[in-house]
């Protein structure tokens, strides 16, 4: 089975820190997905990366940056928080198939304060 | 711009209550149309992927259908371990699947 690790289950931040929330999948995908998930909202894409070191924005990248150094590992930097970043950060992965599912990890709980 | 919208917002049911969800999409080009299920606390766990009006897939007490313009995720006899939150994304176009566009989802309580 596909296993995509989130380093952190809850952080508690303050406004204006830099913040980094590490992925990890260990079944040589290729793609790897940063979403965000909030009540009445869904999930939105944040940003996403096909191969390494490449990395295209999603549907709301303002606030967040990314860093794919290694293949396995996907990295999301919210360069200062702020408390509207207060959410439930979601990473997956999928392979380089056309149509392949997402495969989750089980999310970060970030809360800026 | 693809669009997404599950129906009901939430869904109470008895233990071996029958019934369906929905998920209406508008999209250019469907090339893949995909469920999930999502528990308190976790990340989604991918469920089925179906591809064209007509097709349907099953797992356990689960079946999703696929039409031109909905997909339906059919619930026979459910148990309380059914209870979650089901995600219904579609992916079209020229996007990567993973370039998802997700309903708000349907939160089934099943009650024993």
């Known amino acids: 089975d596909v296993k995509v690790t989130q380093s952190s289950r809850y952080l508690v931040k303050r406004t204006g820190e830099k913040v980094f929330l590490e992925c990890v999948q260990d079944m040589d995908h290729e793609n790897m997905f940063w979403y965000r998930q909030d009540p009445g909202l869904g999930l939105r894409l944040i940003y996403f990366?096909?191969?390494?070191?490449?990395?295209e924005k999603g549907d709301i990248p303002e606030g967040y940056s990314v860093s794919r150094e290694k293949k396995e590992r996907f990295s999301l930097i919210l360069e200062s928080a702020s408390t509207n970043q207060t959410s439930m950060y979601l990473c997956a992965s999928s392979s380089g198939q056309d149509n392949s599912p997402l495969h989750f990890g089980n999310g970060t709980r970030l809360t800026v304060t | 711009e693809d669009q997404v919208t599950q129906s009901p917002e939430a869904l109470r049911l008895q233990e071996g209550e029958s019934s369906s969800l929905n998920c209406s999409y508008t999209?250019?080009?469907?090339?893949?149309l995909f469920w999930y299920r999502q528990d308190p606390g976790k990340g989604p766990e991918f469920l089925f992927t179906?591809?064209?009006a007509g097709e349907e897939k099953e797992k356990e007490r689960l079946k999703a259908t696929l039409t031109k313009k909905e997909s339906f995720l059919h619930i026979t006899a459910p148990k309380p371990e059914d209870s979650a939150t089901y995600l219904c994304a579609v992916s079209g176009g020229s996007t990567n699947a993973g370039k998802s566009t997700f309903g708000d989802g349907t939160t089934l309580t099943v009650k024993p």
């Open positions: 999209v250019s080009g469907l090339r893949g």
């Open positions: 179906l591809y064209s």
């Open positions: 990366s096909y191969d390494v070191k490449m990395k």
